[in-house]
C-alpha cells in the first residue's frame, strides 16, 4: 500500500489532473477522490499479496517452483492485464509502474515457493 501511496497514485493524479487542462479547470470532489483512493490502494494492496498466496499454493502442494517458472510468460501477460484494469489511468507510464512490481514479486514468489517445500532427509 505505501509503493501505491507514495509512486502510484501521485503520478496516476498528475495524469489525470492534466487532462484537458488546456481548456477545462479540473473539479475534485472529496467523495470521488477517496473513492479513487481507497480503490488504489485496496487493489494495490491485494495484488501485492501475490509472494505470499503462491507461499501457501506451494506448501499444501498445488504450485512448485518449476512449474512458476515454466508458466513465466503466461504469468507475465496476466499480470500487465491485471495491472492494466487496476491503473485508472490508459497512459503507459502509469501501466509500467503497476506491472513491473507486479513481475519483480512473481519472480520473488518463485524463490519463496523454494521454501516451502519439504526438506529431504539429511542423513549424517
Same mark, same amino acid.
Not at 479513487?36 to 499479496?49: A, Q, R
Not at 509472494?51 to 498445488?62: D, Q
Given at each position: 500500500?505505501a509503493f501505491?501511496? =507514495? ?8 495524469f489525470l489532473?492534466?487532462? #484537458? +487542462?488546456? +481548456? !477545462? %479547470?479540473?473539479?475534485?470532489?472529496v467523495?470521488?477522490?477517496?473513492s =479513487?483512493?481507497?480503490?488504489?490502494? #485496496?487493489?494495490? #494492496? !491485494?495484488?501485492? %499479496?501475490l509472494? /505470499?498466496?503462491?507461499?501457501? !499454493? ?5 504450485v512448485?517452483? %518449476? ?9 507475465i501477460?496476466?499480470?500487465v ?11 503507459? /507510464?502509469?501501466?509500467m509502474l503497476?506491472?513491473?512490481p507486479?513481475?519483480?514479486?512473481y %519472480?520473488?514468489?518463485?524463490l519463496v515457493?523454494?521454501?516451502?517445500l519439504p526438506?529431504?532427509n539429511l +542423513? +549424517?
Open positions: 500500500m501505491a501511496y =507514495f509512486v502510484l497514485l501521485p503520478a496516476s493524479l498528475q489532473l492534466k487532462i #484537458g +487542462r488546456s +481548456r !477545462l %479547470e479540473p473539479v475534485i470532489s467523495d470521488a477522490y477517496l =479513487f483512493v481507497t480503490t488504489i490502494l #485496496g487493489w494495490t #494492496g !491485494l495484488i501485492f %499479496e509472494p /505470499v498466496a503462491l507461499f501457501i !499454493l506451494a506448501k499444501v502442494g498445488v512448485t517452483p %518449476e512449474w512458476l517458472r515454466q508458466q513465466r510468460s503466461y504469468a501477460l496476466i499480470l492485464i491485471i495491472a492494466a484494469v487496476i491503473t485508472p489511468t490508459t497512459d503507459p /507510464v502509469n501501466l503497476m506491472a513491473v507486479l513481475i519483480v514479486l %519472480e520473488c514468489s518463485i515457493t523454494q521454501f516451502a526438506k529431504k +542423513r +549424517r
